[in-house]
């Protein structure tokens, strides 16, 4: 088991004290992007800088908890969360610079799935006292002292959030499928051809990055255990992940799918993701339980 780091009084404060405003912020922001998508259109710009200002709390955050724990914050449900969060807005704030009023809506969506991760972060240990997301500063493993580490699981963030992105856009094309225009909230979305396109961009996006995960898990695997693949279950998930993006790529790319297939693959894809984040940590075991 890893050992622990002594984290000095005022490192442990700052990093306690800018977590809690970097949550703060993104509940703040969610609000700020969600009454905007009922009508106050003119809060759109608002949300977004308050996004931008909660993004540099968020990073000032990781950067402290890198000083505490003398390593690059990956490891763990706690760490490798917060990266993801970290990821999901930045990839989101990059696609808002370069058409804003017309990605504003999807901010409602993405900063709500940022906000349940927190609850996740948050909440959940304490309601089922089973479950542990420790917070703790500790060494890493022999195992993980590698610069495959950085790689491989930068690579896992950054999919990881291209996914959810794409799962986002999915969920507000079936809202806007399912009202029809009948409401003020469903022609506050963007057009369908707009929602497909940011989904699309977006897996693409982020089976880029699953797909670098693969490779270079694959080779750290070898280095580490010699074999490049041990059908361990996380390896079986994020290969099903993999391939159900995969043929919602083909299917889009070169037979032109669009509509409810698509967003029903995207859909399937984000959830055969999450249980490779978190139902395989917590349902079965492997040789990826380092957290």
């Not at 490192?11 to 992007?33: D, K, W």
């Not at 990956?74 to 990839?91: K, S, T």
């Not at 037979?255 to 978190?278: D, I, N």
Request: glycine letters at 8%; one cysteine or more.
């Amino acid at each position: 088991m890893a050992g622990m780091i002594e984290v000095s009084p005022t490192g442990l404060f700052l990093e306690n004290l800018l977590f809690t405003l970097a949550v703060a912020g993104y509940l703040a922001a969610t609000a700020g992007y969600l009454i905007f998508l009922f009508g106050k259109k003119s809060l759109g710009p608002s949300a977004s800088r308050l996004l931008h200002l909660d993004f540099s709390l968020h990073s000032a955050f990781l950067v402290t908890r890198t000083v505490n724990v003398r390593r690059v914050p990956f490891v763990g449900h706690f760490e490798f969360g917060n990266m993801f969060i970290w990821a999901c807005v930045f990839v989101y704030l990059w696609t808002e610079r370069r058409q804003k009023d017309k990605y504003y809506a999807v901010g409602a969506f993405v900063t709500s799935l940022v906000v349940l991760y927190i609850v996740y972060l948050t909440l959940v240990p304490k309601i089922f006292t089973r479950v542990t997301i420790s917070r703790a500063h500790t060494l890493l493993p022999p195992v993980l002292q590698s610069n495959w580490l950085k790689v491989h699981v930068s690579a896992s963030v950054l999919g990881y959030a291209g996914f959810t992105l794409a799962f986002a856009v999915a969920l507000m094309w079936l809202l806007k499928a399912r009202l029809r225009e009948k409401s003020a909230f469903a022609r506050a979305l963007p057009a369908f051809a707009v929602l497909e396109e940011y989904m699309y961009r977006a897996s693409v996006f982020g089976f880029l990055f699953q797909t670098v995960m693969i490779i270079t898990g694959a080779i750290w695997a070898d280095t580490s255990w010699g074999r490049f693949w041990g059908w361990d279950p996380k390896e079986m998930w994020s290969l099903i992940t993999w391939f159900v993006f995969a043929v919602y790529l083909h299917a889009r790319f070169t037979r032109g799918w669009s509509g409810f297939r698509t967003v029903a693959l995207v859909v399937a894809g984000w959830f055969a993701m999450l249980f490779t984040w978190v139902g395989v940590a917590w349902l079965l075991s492997g040789i990826h339980s380092f957290g």
